[in-house]
């Protein structure tokens, strides 16, 4: 039987294999995935050409000067250091209150809380990371503001008794030295920070709670079974197993932070062009996001220079953004390739120094706000660190020679010290995560209850939800002077309606392309721009959607502002986040199901649309959801390209939305308008939750049909 | 080596053992002596309950939520089902090596053999290194891996793996080890491995092990114990014996029609 | 520590041959049938298998007769599994892969440009490790293979599904809940479930991935009667780490063992009588008696 030179034969393995329908289908989902690189290329050339002008024009001090000036008709130079100072300072100081609250409350819900108590807090914590931002902007400012400011408010009682720190100073110095001194109104940095603190706590929680989940019960067992107390459990086997994922969604927290435009805006309007960066956080500012919010009238291409500067500011968020996805991507696999060098070599006292302080450069950078304080506290930390440190290596020293120990010494290395200690540390930790929990929930609960009992009895309002800001009835009818948002309901119907169309196919078949497809270079590259296009903020697509769409008038002649262009931005802003989560899932359902349904004789693509997409079909539809109840509650991109309205006069016009009248009308004040407000902050609130339980509800009662 | 090897180990006695998930009763009235410096083995067929009991010996059952129990359990003269006990002390005292090797995958080699004394508080690298290799070579694996310490856990090969569990379980020096099936997802001479080393850790620990496998009981060990879950499946003790005689001359017939394979 | 180790044989040697003793009595009874020669399924010539450079598989050759049982043994690590999922394709999905040499199924090349891997599955099913069925009904996921090929006539659909069900020996237990999740059956069940999905698609040829190895003994005795049911129909090829299992349950069966490079080669292959009583190769020697390593 001995055939001639079989050996030498190669036969290159394709992917597809040689299906014809296999091939038909992989195109089709490549193309769709292309599409996502290409609008990340558009985006990059737009913005890059678009700023030329003023990167060249304001140079660099761009970056060292605070002055902004109102428009560039008389060829200033712009400079944007008030506005990245302020976006670093309240970003980083809702990380530290935000994720410290986010991650104790996920480790509280996923291994403390008892059953009962487990689902309705989870069910609740992911809800609420549905409510749009711009809520969480309105309850700040109708509520937190209020606690916060005046003359009995919380900032005069820290400002009285911790005024010594810089960053409670009451006195900001002008640039031409004279000192002003601070009005405590509430509508400050700090304020800000707290509720972007509060805003960010559901995305980390749901995120976190996810990800320690997914750790297998086998690694918590094998630590407890070594004699591990709960909190050791915890802290050696469940965090540094889900650390890749608790990362992601840390940086994604921050992302939403850094990008939070109308939150902030509602609370910090308007920075004075004519005070420096300030120690003190009692004192207005300004975010770049705001900035964008803030001025959005002023932004129009007649105003060569300004509207060039706006769109170097625009890039220069976008850049902050990308290095904090790119720091926390090396950070991820600095501590994997760590482990894997982790040789037995003994740490010297300078690279745990080294460590430590790397460990606080965030605080510190936070703290820069207060040089002396952060340095002072940085200082005491490593100081009583290194001393116990100290003593520990003597006594090992000592140990080691069979030297019995000085007297005080032997209390501290008593043998059962280190049990107390491990008794201690679990019930502290336990404490802790519950008082995270509730740092977590309550301003969460508070802001729901608010909400509902300030919004609901607007609705009753006679024509409320019937006639339009004008006064005029929606759907026919004589003007009454009863106004209502009934044009806002339609108009955002209509908005997310015409996104999803194009988001949603694009956004799955992408992800299938990715999940099924794409361990290849050009998988890679989609999954990279995929998430850069996650990481642009809102206000960023809303610029460019403004740029390419109205400016060119692409659409709708003669640079108006339109529907269409909201839709689209809309659209794009929900294309990732459908595409990462699908891509996600998928790859999720088991390969062994792939292989059952090719070893049937079942072609590659059948098996995706028959076995692999029905069984994560719960998953996917959560991801379109959450896409959907995102784009509901974006206020940004549609500010800049829809622009709103009081009435409804199809998508050629400006096309109103409910984030519209909640921010137009949102900062009067008078009860006409704060009513509205409430109204439509309740009809979003309701719309985008209705939408989160109801379609959750209806998939998993068809999955436990079809399970 | 060898002085320290003969050590004494602990017996365990049970008595009267009842455990439940939630309403389920997975094991009624189990009463059994294991005796110090012997290996114990636990058959039976799926679902009857033999992981329970094992799982109850170090109070791991009542980590899965709803899981609890009542009876006796006495490691020497302390009860450690009692409320006062802490359980983290009682699984110092007593080792566990799990179906699956599940070496932590943060950890390097060496970390995740001394990860039991890191626990205790133990941080002096000298006695790590020293307890590390002692381990290691005690679990015969140190001339596989005293090239690649640094390396994640893993890294390692199934067989290696469970090697690495076993000791990560030894270093802590603990009286009692039990085992939970660990050889079902290793290969023939992977299992061989480990049966020699059961042999040998036997003359410091007492060793308790649940197997599907009973050409494995009747290799390893002293005692065995059949277990069998009647029709509303909870587990019982069936019968405890020498595994000579278990095997040769069994008193229940349920005994005999499941060691002869005719069962079922 | 030698005293140890000796006192380590004494224990296991007597208790250890009267298992495998037993084991091979019962292949006495099984092989009595099947003394006369049927053709060959499957031809493999000088298969060569690498991932990246790393050979796996070198130069195996190998004549799958039809209707019978061919076991494939050997420690871990040899290729066996890789060698199954060549035999319907499915290593294609293994990236950075190649293959050289032939394998004929029925005299044809499937590796020749003109056969679609889809099609060759269909007559070449396989039965994996751990149960996968699919997160659908008990009669879903029998229906799904014909159904996909074109099947849509309801009344044929439920009469095939009984019939494989039946052949699967899981009827009488699933009768009644076919509409249930196939999740809410026990391992075992869930094992001779994918065996009827796979058979519900009229394979030539089923493959199977140590089937057995996730499954208690009583579940396991099951499906070995399963598989000499099965013989009468199919070609039958099983990987399996349990040797009484190979014993038992084959008519044939072939070693593979490690070559010093760690490369997978077929150290013997013979009726599993001969392999099992007088094998060729010392080391199968020393692997079948257990004393290998």
């Not at chain 1, 030295?177 to 960010?200: H, Q, T, W, Y």
């Not at chain 3, 996968?132 to 006539?153: L, T």
């Not at chain 3, 899981?170 to 075992?188: C, H, N, P, Q, R």
Request: glycine fraction near 8%; hydrophobic fraction near 45%.
């Amino acid at each position: 039987m001995a055939t001639t030179s079989p050996v030498g034969q190669k036969k290159p393995i394709t992917v597809t294999g040689a299906n014809l329908g296999d091939r038909i289908f992989a195109s089709l989902t490549a193309i769709f995935a292309a599409v996502i690189i290409l609008i990340v290329v558009v985006f990059g050339v737009v913005f890059t050409i678009g700023s030329w002008n003023a990167i060249w024009h304001n140079g660099l001090e761009f970056f060292t000067s605070f002055n902004w000036p109102d428009n560039g008709f008389d060829n200033p130079k712009f400079g944007a250091l008030n506005y990245i100072f302020g976006t670093l300072v309240s970003s980083g100081i809702a990380l530290l209150i935000g994720g410290f609250a986010s991650i104790g409350a996920a480790v509280f819900l996923s291994e403390y809380a008892p059953g009962w108590l487990r689902t309705p807090l989870s069910f609740m914590v992911e809800l609420l990371a549905a409510v749009p931002s711009i809520v969480y902007g309105f309850w700040g400012v109708q509520f937190l503001s209020g606690i916060m400011g005046g003359p009995e408010g919380v900032e005069q009682s820290l400002n009285n008794t911790f005024g010594w720190l810089p960053m409670f100073n009451n006195l900001v110095t002008t640039t031409t030295g004279r000192e002003l001194k601070v009005a405590f109104n509430g509508r400050d940095i700090l304020v800000a920070s707290l509720v972007l603190s509060v805003m960010i706590i559901p995305t980390i929680t749901s995120i976190s709670r996810d990800v320690i989940r997914t750790v297998p019960d086998s690694q918590r067992e094998g630590m407890l079974a070594m004699g591990a107390t709960k909190w050791q459990s915890i802290r050696r086997a469940v965090l540094p197993f889900g650390q890749r994922g608790i990362i992601g969604a840390i940086v994604l927290g921050l992302g939403r932070a850094l990008g939070e435009t109308i939150a902030v805006a509602f609370l910090i309007g308007g920075a004075s062009t004519l005070v420096g960066p300030q120690n003190t956080l009692l004192n207005r500012g300004e975010t770049i996001a705001s900035k964008f919010a803030n001025n959005y009238n002023e932004i129009s291409p007649a105003d060569t220079n300004g509207f060039s500067s706006f769109l170097e500011l625009g890039l220069v968020l976008f850049v902050i953004a990308l290095l904090i996805n790119i720091l926390a991507q090396w950070l991820v696999t600095r501590s994997t390739a760590k482990s894997n060098k982790q040789t037995q070599q003994k740490k010297t006292l300078l690279t745990t120094v080294w460590k430590w302080l790397l460990l606080l450069l965030f605080p510190i950078l936070v703290l820069m706000v207060s040089p002396f304080l952060s340095l002072a506290i940085s200082l005491i930390i490593i100081v009583v660190w290194g001393f116990f440190k100290a003593l520990r290596a003597y006594q090992v020293s000592m140990e080691e020679q069979n030297k019995h120990l000085p007297r005080p010494l032997e209390l501290i290395a008593n043998p059962d010290k280190s049990y107390n200690y491990r008794k201690f540390m679990n019930l502290f930790m336990q404490v802790l995560f519950v008082i995270a929990l509730l740092v977590a929930i309550v301003p969460l609960a508070a802001i729901l209850i608010l909400v509902t009992t300030k919004g609901l009895p607007v609705l009753f309002q006679t024509d409320f939800l019937i006639n339009d800001t004008s006064g005029r009835p929606l759907f026919g009818g004589a003007p009454t002077s009863n106004t209502g948002i009934a044009q806002a309901i339609l108009g955002t119907g209509v908005l997310v309606a015409l996104g999803s169309l194009i988001g949603i196919p694009l956004g799955i078949l992408a992800g299938i392309y990715l999940s099924e497809y794409g361990d290849n270079k050009f998988g890679q590259l989609v999954r990279f721009t995929a998430d850069v296009l996650q990481g642009i903020p809102s206000i960023i697509m809303g610029l460019f959607i403004l740029t390419v769409v109205i400016n060119t008038s692409l659409f709708v002649p003669g640079q108006k502002y339109n529907g269409w262009a909201g839709a689209l931005a809309l659209a794009i802003m929900m294309v990732p986040i459908i595409t990462r989560t699908t891509e996600e899932i998928l790859r999720l359902v088991p390969v062994s199901l792939r292989e059952a349904g090719l070893a049937l004789g079942v072609p590659k693509w059948k098996t995706t649309l028959t076995v692999v997409i029905p069984s994560a079909i719960s998953g996917v539809i959560t991801g379109v959801i959450l896409g959907v109840a995102r784009i509901a509650g974006e206020t940004a991109p549609v500010l800049l390209t829809a622009r709103g309205n009081d009435s409804f006069n199809g998508l050629n016009d400006q096309t109103p939305a409910l984030t519209l009248i909640m921010y137009t009308y949102g900062r009067r004040p008078d009860t006409l308008s704060v009513d509205r407000s409430w109204g439509a902050a309740f009809t979003l609130m309701v719309i985008v939750l209705l939408l989160s339980v109801g379609v959750r509800y209806v998939t998993r009662s068809r999955i436990k049909a079809s399970l | 080596m060898s002085e320290q090897q003969q050590a004494q180990a602990k017996g365990v006695v049970v008595q009267n053992l009842n455990a439940y998930y939630g309403k389920h009763q997975a094991i009624r009235n189990v009463s059994i002596e294991f005796k110090p410096n012997q290996i114990a083995a636990l058959i039976g067929p799926s679902g009857c309950g033999k992981s329970t009991l094992l799982r109850n010996l170090n109070r791991m059952h009542e980590v899965i939520l709803g899981a609890r129990s009542e009876g006796k359990i006495f490691l020497g003269e302390q009860n450690i089902l009692d409320k006062k006990t802490d359980p983290a002390r009682v699984r110092q005292r007593i080792g566990m090596v799990f179906q699956k090797p599940n070496p932590f995958p943060a950890l390097s080699i060496r970390e995740n053999v001394v990860s039991g004394l890191r626990l205790q508080g133990e941080d002096n690298p000298l006695k790590l290194d020293r307890i590390a290799e002692e381990s290691l070579q005690r679990a015969y694996l140190w001339d596989e891996v005293k090239d690649k310490l640094g390396e994640p856990g893993v890294s390692l090969s199934g067989g290696q793996q469970q090697r690495l569990c076993i000791a990560r379980t030894i270093a802590v020096e603990p009286d009692v080890i039990l085992m939970d099936e660990p050889c079902s997802a290793l290969d023939p001479i992977s299992t061989m491995r480990i049966e020699e080393l059961m042999l040998a850790l036997k003359l410091r620990f007492t060793i308790i092990i649940v197997t599907h496998n009973m050409q494995q009981a009747a290799r390893v060990s002293d005692k065995t114990g059949f277990m069998l879950a009647g029709a509303e499946r909870t587990g019982e003790l069936i019968e405890y014996d020498d595994t000579k005689k278990m095997f040769t001359n069994p008193r229940d017939q349920r005994t005999e029609d499941y060691i002869s394979g005719k069962f079922g | 520590m030698e005293n140890l180790d000796n006192s380590m044989s004494e224990m296991i040697q007597p208790l250890a041959t009267p298992f495998q003793l037993k084991a091979l009595g019962v292949t006495e009874t099984t092989l009595v049938e099947t003394n006369e020669q049927t053709g060959t399924k499957v031809e493999v010539q000088d298969l060569n298998f690498y991932y990246g450079k790393f050979q796996a598989l070198r130069r195996i050759n190998m004549n799958i007769p039809t209707r019978r049982i061919t076991a494939i043994i050997g420690p871990s690590g040899t290729g066996k599994s890789t060698y199954l999922r060549l035999l319907n394709r499915m290593s294609d999905l293994t990236p950075n892969s190649h293959v050289e040499g032939q394998i004929r199924l029925d005299g044809r090349d499937i590796f020749s440009s003109g056969l679609d891997p889809v099609e060759l599955r269909r007559r070449v099913g396989m039965v994996f490790q751990r149960p996968n069925p699919f997160p659908k009904s008990i009669y879903d996921n029998v229906a799904y293979g014909p159904r996909m090929h074109g099947q849509r006539d309801k009344k044929k659909l439920d009469e095939l599904v009984e019939r494989c069900l039946r052949q699967a020996y899981i009827w009488e237990e699933v009768k009644d809940k076919l509409k249930i999740s196939a999740a809410a059956l026990s391992g075992g069940q869930q094992q001779r479930l994918c065996i009827a999905r796979t058979i519900a698609v009229e394979p030539e040829m089923i493959l199977m991935d140590e089937p057995c190895s996730a499954l208690d003994p009583i579940s396991t005795i099951k499906i070995e009667e399963l598989m000499l049911d099965l013989r009468q129909r199919y070609t039958i090829v099983i990987v399996t780490h349990n040797m009484q299992q190979a014993a038992r349950a084959s008519d044939y069966t072939s070693v593979f063992m490690m070559a010093p490079d760690r490369a997978g080669e077929v150290v013997e292959f013979g009726r599993t009588r001969d392999v099992f009583t007088n094998p060729k190769n010392e080391r199968t020697e020393q692997y079948i008696t257990g004393r290998f390593g």
